[in-house]
């Protein structure tokens, strides 16, 4: 196995990378600037902008709106695209006047200076833009299960997250449409009368009565029956009780009997009886009292029990006997709702809630869980104003919260001034950073104490929270988007039951692999490296590994079968794969950008898609295609970093599973090879940029927006002071709460 020097040079974008990744620049950004102003802008106007510039752009790379230092850093990957085409002497192509050597290492020198200015650890620091971030959907409904005890489902509620630099909660990206506004006004009506059930139906409570007209039930024709069968209704139970089930009957009565009808509950038939009203008389009115034990959809029918058909009979009126149903009725449910979990926590809290001082005494704690703060004496009276009656307090105090602005967006004061976070915004930042959720009362008690303007207070809180049980949040939250598994999740309703099944225990698989590492003390380089995972029966059987044949998901040691850390789980091998055939490009794309940082452009328009079917080129396998598609230069520039990276992989069929032979091999452009999994990850470790990409990509999920300037010089210093060996994440995110981006705010709004 080659050392693993040679990956930087050949990974890295720019000439610069091939330097130390903490190394203080050598060139002051002044001086960059006016190497900018005086050799880069001209060489991108003598040589490179009138083909990339203009209306119509070639490759779609518009190099001609980069006017000062300031845009190559909104330029991102295109940027080092460019970069990289010039250092291979790939651009500028041979015009009239080429770029003479001297232009060309002049260019290339100052991309270099320009990318270790990038990370600057010496770069002042600074808070960055504020932000108003709004909570997402998942966020809700985890802050009002913690906080009021109620499971909800706030997808419909809120518009589907949009996803910016990786992650689904950047303020920039979200949105809050007029008809979203309306949802959720809705949402918080259903979500308050869930967590307080009894103070919604308030003291005059009756029980709701719903009618189906006999037309509007499934089966028969009309409502009626003329043989024996069903008149279905389909009907949502809030809850479980006791209901009452009303009928309306008549019939086409013939024969020596009258119809017979019955009232069936779901397959269960709880009433039976003789119907003995004509078509053209008033109905019978038939009803009787069921107890449902939970919530739910059951079918209630009218069934026709004895069909009569007598074609022949003299009488014609004793020919036909049928059964007409007007209308089915359900009241219910006719007890009162029990006190729910919040309201007796409440009783047993603040006592007789009768009198208005207990009652504002609760609404000032839900208030504080709610809005993340101590509400205001104005706040307190409005709560209570709203409410129609002496006994409706509660249900319409917890609706003003819940659709307030103070509930569903992080609001923290603006100011005309930088400032530091105060206690409660603190706490805020720290719960949905680690549990995706609202601050527990004990977090809320540390930011009133002060505690939370301490070091030593913030990190005990931090170590206290990662213990919580809410901590799992963070693996999926986090390293599902860092590790783009939500792919992989979005693929599990388009596939058939059994394959579904396994990519479900997958999923599981990497969320459990994913909070031991985070969350247990792990070195964070265990994340490559370690050889342990869990597996329930499907998942060890696909591994080809002996452990217990069920559903639960056992610890099992996996030293020697070649799958070690995120790059061996099933779920990142699939993710990366298309649903038939394994991607090498995508796998090699996703090991730049996710754990290097590095994320290739997107490919130029008039490049084609790489051909995958199946014979195509006279037979020619995968990595053939790939070989002749790097023959292209402007294909080999990506390519040529990319494909190595995902072929070391080809061990590895399209749901991970093992395939037969020897492992992947990936051959660099300098000969270098990478033999399999194992050698993909011996040379990521001897490459800086996974710890700093790590860091990276929790700050954007800390801060809730893309990298500013200032950020990557803070990231260089955390990275500067862990031990890239034995750093865990409990070292990561308490550097990273120390830093000014966290600990304090931006003059603005």
């Not at 913690?146 to 997250?161: Q, S």
């Not at 069936?264 to 009203?277: C, F, I, N, Q, Y």
């Not at 053209?280 to 107890?291: K, L, N, Q, T």
């Not at 779920?571 to 940082?597: H, I, W």
Request: glycine fraction near 10%.
């Amino acid at each position: 196995m080659v050392r693993a020097a040679w990956l930087v040079p050949w990974i890295a974008v720019g000439a610069g990378a091939v330097l130390p990744p903490l190394q203080a620049p050598d060139t002051p950004r002044a001086e960059l600037e006016r190497r900018f102003a005086s050799q880069v802008l001209p060489f991108l106007e003598e040589h490179c902008t009138w083909c990339h510039g203009g209306e119509q752009p070639e490759a779609g790379l518009d190099l001609s709106r980069l006017e000062r230092l300031a845009d190559l850093e909104r330029s991102g990957a295109r940027w080092k695209h460019a970069v990289r085409r010039v250092e291979r002497d790939q651009m500028p192509p041979l015009g009239p006047v080429p770029p003479s050597p001297r232009e060309r290492d002049a260019f290339l020198a100052f991309a270099g200076a320009w990318e270790r200015l990038r990370y600057d650890p010496t770069a002042p620091a600074h808070p960055g833009a504020p932000v108003l971030r709004r909570l997402t959907r998942r966020e809700v409904a985890n802050s009002l299960r913690d906080v009021l005890g109620i499971d909800v489902d706030a997808v419909a509620a809120l518009p589907e997250e949009s996803v910016a630099a990786g992650f689904d909660h950047l303020g920039s990206a979200q949105s809050l449409p007029p008809v979203a506004v309306e949802r959720w006004i809705d949402f918080a009506q259903l979500a308050a009368a869930e967590a307080a059930p009894r103070a919604a139906a308030g003291p005059d409570w009756t029980a709701p009565r719903e009618r189906r007209d006999g037309a509007d039930l499934a089966g028969g024709n009309g409502g009626e029956l003329y043989s024996n069968g069903d008149l279905v209704w389909s009907y949502d139970f809030p809850r479980g009780g006791t209901y009452r089930l009303r009928a309306a009957l008549a019939g086409d009565q013939a024969g020596p009997d009258p119809a017979r009808a019955a009232l069936r509950l779901g397959r269960a038939e709880v009433l039976r009886t003789d119907v003995t009203a004509r078509r053209s008389a008033a109905p019978d009115r038939i009803e009787v009292d069921v107890v449902v034990d939970k919530p739910g959809t059951h079918d209630v029918a009218v069934r026709f029990l004895n069909d009569y058909w007598r074609p022949d009979d003299p009488d014609p009126r004793q020919r036909d006997r049928n059964l007409i149903a007007l209308w089915i009725e359900v009241e219910g449910p006719l007890d009162p709702p029990d006190a729910s979990p919040l309201e007796r926590e409440l009783a047993a809290r603040f006592g007789d809630l009768g009198g208005v001082e207990a009652q504002r005494a609760a609404l000032a704690y839900l208030g504080l869980r709610l809005w993340r703060r101590p509400l205001e004496t104005r706040e307190l009276d409005a709560l209570l104003v709203h409410a129609k009656g002496p006994d409706e307090w509660l249900a319409t105090g917890l609706f003003a919260l819940i659709a307030s602005p103070n509930f569903l967006f992080r609001v923290e004061l603006s100011s005309d001034y930088e400032r530091d976070v105060e206690g409660y915004e603190m706490a805020t930042r720290l719960s949905y950073l680690l549990w995706s959720s609202a601050p527990d009362p004990a977090l809320l008690d540390a930011a009133a104490r002060g505690e939370l303007a301490t070091r030593a207070g913030r990190a005990a809180s931090v170590a206290r929270m990662l213990d919580d049980a809410r901590g799992r949040a963070i693996a999926r939250d986090f390293g599902f988007q860092w590790l783009q598994l939500t792919r992989l999740e979005s693929r599990v309703p388009t596939e058939p039951p059994e394959r579904a099944e396994l990519l479900r225990s997958m999923l599981v698989e990497s969320e459990r692999f994913l909070d031991e590492a985070l969350r247990g003390g792990r070195p964070l380089i265990e994340l490559l490296t370690a050889e342990r995972t869990f597996v329930d029966g499907r998942l060890a059987r696909h591994y080809g590994i002996d452990a217990p044949a069920g559903d639960e998901f056992l610890p099992v040691d996996l030293v020697g079968a070649g799958r070690p850390g995120i790059l061996g789980r099933a779920a990142v091998l699939t993710a990366t794969s298309e649903p038939a055939r394994t991607s090498p490009v995508s796998r090699g794309a996703f090991v730049l950008d996710a754990l290097l940082g590095d994320a290739p452009p997107p490919p130029p328009p008039e490049i084609p898609a790489l051909d995958t079917r199946p014979g195509a080129d006279g037979g020619l396998d995968l990595v053939a295609r790939l070989a002749q598609h790097r023959a292209e230069p402007s294909c080999a520039v990506c390519h040529d970093t990319m494909d190595p990276l995902g072929l070391a992989l080809e061990g590895f069929g399209p749901l991970g599973e093992r395939r037969a032979g020897a492992p992947g091999r990936g051959s660099l452009p300098d000969g270098t090879e990478l033999l399999g999994l194992e050698g993909l990850v011996e040379e990521l470790l001897g490459d800086g940029r996974f710890l700093r990409t790590f860091v990276e990509r929790l700050f954007v999920y800390a801060l809730g927006r893309s990298l500013e300037s200032a950020d990557r010089g803070e990231v260089a210093r955390i990275v500067a002071g862990l031990d890239p060996g034995s750093a865990t994440f409990l070292d990561v995110v308490l550097a990273l709460v120390e830093t000014p981006a966290f600990l304090r705010r931006s003059a603005g709004p």
